[in-house]
């Protein structure tokens, strides 16, 4: 096998970290349904799980709130009154970045979201 040139290498290591991360935020999404069910039938409203796996925040951020959920982040310290933490407060200046693609910050793992329907 030869060995790929510089750009054939970035571009193949992205996509597999790409591919990790999609996959990672499946598993996610997976075991808060059931975390989820399981803290309805509780009478709970909200969960708190552990991201352990690099993935797509803005990804799980935006699939939780498009359902009509709010998102926390715990690990981060909780704001006066329990308002929900913006992702824009998470990352500051690299918000707009973020959110363009063109940088992914993250939070360090293990991390922490609450996701609550109350």
């Not at 060995?3 to 999404?29: C, M, R, W």
């Not at 349904?33 to 709970?44: H, P, S, T, V």
């Not at 990804?59 to 359902?67: C, K, R, S, T």
């Not at 500051?92 to 693609?101: A, E």
């Amino acid at each position: 096998m030869a060995i790929p040139n510089k750009n054939t290498a970035k571009i193949d290591s992205q996509a597999a970290k790409d591919a990790l991360e999609a996959a990672a935020g499946l598993v996610f999404v997976a075991d808060a349904d059931l975390a989820i069910n399981e803290a309805i039938d509780l009478g709970k409203f909200e969960v708190t799980l552990t991201i352990q796996e690099p993935q797509s925040l803005q990804l799980l951020h935006d699939y939780f709130v498009a359902l009509g959920y709010g998102v926390l982040y715990p690990g981060l310290g909780m704001r006066a009154g329990r308002q929900f933490w913006q992702p824009a407060q998470l990352f500051g200046i690299y918000w707009r970045q973020y959110w363009t693609g063109k940088n992914t910050p993250s939070l360090p793992l293990p991390a922490r979201m609450t996701i609550v329907w109350l």
